[in-house]
């Protein structure tokens, strides 16, 4: 017989546990749990199940060239690899407000006007906010087809009749399954949706895309398997604040990972921005000290971003260390080869570092930036402002080498950049020929001195 019971899941991991427990032991994240209702014990139909597939031979697995189906917006097709597969599963994060609906919405308009056949689901707006939301970023050409509503069963059956192409489901958190019992947006609810979602998905060959709502720490909320069952995770990044958008691909079974498509908020929707390093570098101030230029690899794409520091006396007995847009720990770290190796004495300075126009940098190519940034504001020494600065820097105070290095410089070049610092280890002779100027440097000192 079934019965119900009460159990215990981590709303970060999916960890079940029979009690609460303070710190998850799956994740060690702390007040985590959340109780809900499961049934157990339930029989499965033997007239339900399906027959055994026997294992195949990989030499007997033939492959085919799998046609994508592009978007129409260039930045969304790169993030994705290409365009979209068919069969695939796709998840889409962001803060609230951040564009998440609306690029989804000019994606169905692009495909609709090329006779893709497109099923929007939202659960949590009516037809007539969608039709006014559509209106606003423009009007559709060719028809798509509309559906508000939240049972999961009812989405389905709506999948299965319409035969769509593609499907957009927002959001993941507001679909339920009437038979579980428990409240939209949990785990076991969360989880069980995006599993059947995915069993539609590849049983049609229909391209799902899923709306996640993230977390105040910035994950998608819900249990962290969630990114693991879908085949491609998106995320939404961007300051309220600017006018631009970054889309970042963290998972992509089908095509490289850490690509970015960057976006332009307007009154009509999001637009590409074909130049990114132009709006990155947008109102750059010039001939103020702490400001550099450092070139960030996302992806297959050289963005040029630029660094400010600002140091300056302490008020307090402990000097404080603040860093947007970088890791706070490579800053520290930083700062501490600067002391060690250089002789710089920033025990009594407050240190700021930020990165111009909100955006998150993780490449250590941009260690020698910051250590410049530092030791220009320091000094009061204003660098130049046709200087780019790329290299990594060790404990020991050498400048390692970076990956492509010419795909940076090029950048630099085509951005109007005269001079560039660059690691030794990465320096050429072909580089000689370039018509910007290329200064190679093995240590911080050396790097230091030569500014």
Not at 147 to 174: H, R, Y
Request: glycine share 10%.
């Amino acid at each position: 017989m079934a019965k119900e019971k009460q159990v215990f899941f981590c709303k970060e991991c999916g960890y079940e546990s029979a009690k609460w427990l303070g710190q998850c032991p799956g994740c060690h994240s702390w007040n985590t749990f959340v109780e809900e209702r499961i049934t157990v014990g339930a029989q499965r139909n033997s007239a339900a199940r399906r027959d055994a597939v026997a294992p195949t031979s990989i030499l007997k697995v033939t492959t085919a060239d799998e046609s994508r189906i592009h978007t129409g917006i260039i930045e969304l097709d790169r993030v994705l690899g290409g365009g979209i597969v068919r069969g695939s599963l796709v998840l889409v994060g962001g803060d609230p407000g951040i564009g998440k609906s609306t690029l989804l919405l000019q994606m169905c308009r692009r495909l609709v006007h090329d006779n893709t056949s497109v099923l929007y689901v939202s659960g949590e707006e009516s037809l007539s906010q969608i039709k006014m939301r559509a209106e606003r970023i423009g009007a559709f050409e060719q028809d798509m087809l509309l559906l508000c509503d939240n049972d999961m069963d009812n989405v389905a059956s709506a999948i299965g009749k319409c035969q769509a192409e593609v499907v957009v489901i927002d959001s993941i958190q507001t679909m339920v399954v009437d038979s579980l019992g428990t409240a939209p947006g949990t785990v076991t609810q969360v989880r069980e949706v995006t599993a059947r979602l995915m069993q539609l998905a590849k049983q049609l060959n229909v391209a799902v895309f899923i709306v996640g709502h993230v977390t105040k720490e910035g994950t998608v909320a819900g249990p962290r398997t969630l990114e693991h069952m879908v085949d491609s995770v998106l995320y939404f990044e961007g300051d309220g604040n600017h006018g631009f958008r970054i889309l970042r691909g963290v998972k992509n079974r089908f095509g490289s990972t850490n690509e970015i498509g960057v976006f332009s908020m307007t009154e009509s929707g999001l637009s590409e921005v074909d130049n990114p390093s132009g709006v990155m570098l947008n109102g750059r101030p010039t001939g103020v000290s702490g400001s550099v230029v450092v070139s960030s690899l996302e992806g297959t794409r050289s963005i040029l971003v630029e660094l400010q520091a600002l140091v300056c006396q302490t008020n307090f007995n402990m000097p404080r260390r603040t860093s947007v847009g970088v890791d706070y720990n490579r800053v520290n770290l930083i700062m501490a080869v600067l002391e060690k190796r250089a002789g710089l004495n920033l025990w009594g300075y407050d240190a700021y570092v930020s990165v111009a126009g909100g955006m998150k940098i993780n490449d250590p190519a941009i260690d020698l930036g910051i250590a410049c940034a530092i030791y220009s504001s320091m000094n009061n020494k204003p660098l130049s402002d046709s200087l780019m600065i790329i290299g990594e820097i060790g404990l020991a105070g050498e400048i390692r080498g970076v990956s492509n290095v010419m795909q940076r410089i090029r950048e630099a070049d085509k951005m109007g950049f005269t001079c560039c610092m660059i690691p030794k280890s990465n320096y050429d002779k072909t580089m000689e020929k370039l018509s910007i100027k290329v200064y190679a440097v093995s240590s911080l000192t050396e790097a230091l001195t030569l500014l």
